[in-house]
């Protein structure tokens, strides 16, 4: 399984960006996908997941009501929309498959990597 993050940038303090992640090979329908980010410095974190169908979604605290991963398995595509964007939400984003059958928020137990999109907000 092969996975493409695009859609990173820069954006002001209260901007939006939305992210994709399209999927090749495998069977996207059937994988539960992430999004985590590393801020330069520290380590990679928890953003976002969504389960195989998409029906159950979990966030951070540090994103929760600000950000939205959704998934088109029609299209091999999660995205992450992001609003309210703030600095600290400066990192390098990447998105990640997990075959398990329970979604989960630990990075270790995802499968699949993609090579991460940059997003930088300035205040």
């Known amino acids: 399984v092969q996975l493409q993050a695009s859609g990173g940038g820069l954006a002001q303090a209260g901007g939006s960006l939305r992210l994709s992640c399209v999927a090749s090979g495998g069977t996207f329908s059937s994988y539960s996908m992430g999004w985590f980010r590393q801020a330069l410095g520290k380590e990679r974190e928890f953003v976002a997941l969504i389960s195989w169908r998409g029906g159950n979604a979990a966030y951070a605290d540090s994103v929760k009501g600000r950000f939205t991963i959704s998934k088109d398995n029609a299209k091999n595509t999660v995205y992450l929309q992001m609003n309210s964007l703030k600095p600290e939400d400066t990192a390098v984003y990447y998105c990640?498959?997990?075959?398990?059958?329970?979604?989960?928020?630990?990075?270790?137990?995802?499968?699949?990597w993609g090579q991460g999109t940059q997003v930088t907000v300035s205040s």
């Open positions: 990640a498959a997990d075959r398990g059958i329970w979604t989960t928020t630990v990075l270790n137990e995802y499968d699949y």
